[in-house]
């Protein structure tokens, strides 16, 4: 059974840092692995998503990797901004079967 | 614009009702799935459906249906046998593609029993 695991639960850090937000999976057989941001209250956005084949995706200021042999996932995000506080989830899936998310990491940026 | 509608967006039940949540798409995606957010808990998976007329149980479909009689809907009942119902529900799709399975996600609908 897919398992999939966030940690930390969450984290703080000042305005301008680098950081680095992990996933890790149990089954390596994924399809692909996809990154998500929730607002408080709010449906989740799609940041992310790199199939199996892939190591890494980038878009804008966020990197996510995979290693699969290794059952882990990373969020890079560079230069954070008070913006990009909210929660971040990521999520396995298997081809056609169901998908399984993490419980995510509450990102909090100071000012 | 496409995307995912869920309605409503709040919703009140009294302890003993049944409740129907609506989720519509009009992506084409052929994939539809049912969340139920907690606090502490992260998103687990109520229902699911890879076709038409046809949906399988997730990990706590107890107290809950579905039906899936048009590509574009998959809505949610809530049943009076589900003993904790206050959650934040979520609907989501996506393209089942040799490419990938790309998740998107409705606005959510929160569920209140008063």
């Known amino acids: 059974k897919q398992e999939v695991t966030q940690i930390p639960a969450a984290l703080s850090v000042p305005e301008g840092e680098n950081l680095v937000l992990n996933c890790s999976f149990t089954?390596?057989?994924?399809?692909?692995l996809q990154w998500f941001r929730q607002d408080p209250g709010k449906g989740l956005t799609s940041l992310l998503l790199?199939?199996?084949?892939?190591r890494e995706q980038t878009s804008g200021r966020l990197n996510a990797s995979l290693d699969k042999s290794s059952g882990r996932s990373t969020l890079y995000i560079a230069a954070s901004q008070p913006g990009d506080s909210a929660t971040y989830l990521c999520?396995?899936?298997?081809?056609?079967?169901?998908?399984?998310f993490g419980k995510g990491t509450r990102l909090h940026i100071l000012p | 614009d496409g995307g995912i509608t869920q309605s409503p967006k709040y919703l009140f039940r009294k302890e003993g009702q049944n409740v129907t949540l609506s989720c519509e798409q009009n992506?084409?995606?052929?994939?539809m799935y049912w969340y139920r957010q907690d606090p502490g808990q992260g998103l687990r998976l109520i229902y699911y459906?890879?076709?038409?007329?046809?949906?399988q149980k997730g990990d706590i479909a107890e107290g809950y249906s579905v039906s899936r009689e048009k590509k574009e809907s998959f809505p949610l009942t809530v049943t009076s046998a589900q003993k904790n119902p206050t959650a934040f529900y979520l609907c989501?799709?996506?393209?089942?593609?040799?490419?990938?399975?790309?998740?998107?996600f409705g606005a959510g609908s929160r569920l209140t029993v008063l």
């Open positions: 999520a396995a899936s298997r081809r056609d079967d169901k998908i399984i």
């Open positions: 459906s890879q076709i038409v007329n046809d949906f």
């Open positions: 992506l084409n995606h052929d994939a």
């Open positions: 790199i199939q199996s084949s892939q």
């Open positions: 989501a799709s996506s393209v089942l593609t040799s490419g990938a399975n790309v998740l998107t």
């Open positions: 089954d390596s057989a994924i399809y692909n």
